[in-house]
Every structure is written in C-alpha cells, then in structure tokens.
C-alpha cells in the first residue's frame, strides 16, 4: 500500500494505492490518520480509486478514522470507490455509516454545506 496526501480548501485528502488490508500498511495509514487528528487536521476526505483490494482489517481502519475525526469535531470520508469496494461496503452495511463520494471534489466541498 501507498499513501499520499494533499490539502485540498481546509481538507486533507489521502489517496490508497494498492491493498488495503493488515500489517505495516495498517499501521502506517493508523499514523497518519492520528497525525493528522494531533494538528487539529480533521476533515479527511480517503480516495479510493486506487485500492484494488480491501479486508476486514481495511474496513476496521476507516472505521476508526472515522472515529478518530468524529471526536475531534470533523469527519472522513469516501471517494472514487469502485464498484467492487462499493459493493464490499453495502453488504457489511457500511455505506450507512460513512458518506460516500464519486469524486475528490464533491467530498470536499460536503466539509462546507
């Protein structure tokens, strides 16, 4: 897995490339996510367009972003998912829990309305 992150308006926007599942790469994404919450950074917007594979583990760790980002005040969320991640999310009822996005754009501009 490879993650790489931009500031787009007052969002942070971290794009997964490759797996995400457990091991160093759940404790990378883990670190950056509380990094990001410590510098008061706490509207996250993950791009998956380029995840080809997801676990559980995957799902445990945007589920705790989430987390992370709710009780500091902001949020995380979903974009670029393809269909099969969609369809990961709606058969463990995820897509309830976490807004989800066609693209980067229309995630971020969701912080300002």
């Not at 931009?6 to 160093?24: F, H, N, Q, T, Y």
């Not at 709606?90 to 807004?99: A, D």
Request: hydrophobic letters at 45%.
């Amino acid at each position: 897995m490879e993650l790489t992150q931009m500031e787009v308006a007052d969002a942070v926007v971290l794009r997964i490339s490759g797996k995400l599942m457990g091991g160093p790469d759940a404790a990378l994404l883990n670190e950056k996510l509380h990094e990001l919450s410590d510098a008061g950074k706490t509207k996250v917007v993950v791009d998956l367009s380029e995840v080809d594979m997801m676990n559980s583990t995957g799902l445990g760790l945007l589920i705790g972003g989430r987390t992370i980002m709710q009780n500091q005040g902001g949020d995380l969320k979903l974009a670029n998912l393809s269909e099969r991640l969609r369809t990961l999310l709606t058969i463990s009822k995820l897509n309830t829990v976490f807004e989800i996005f066609d693209d980067v754009d229309a995630a971020v501009a969701s912080f300002s309305s």
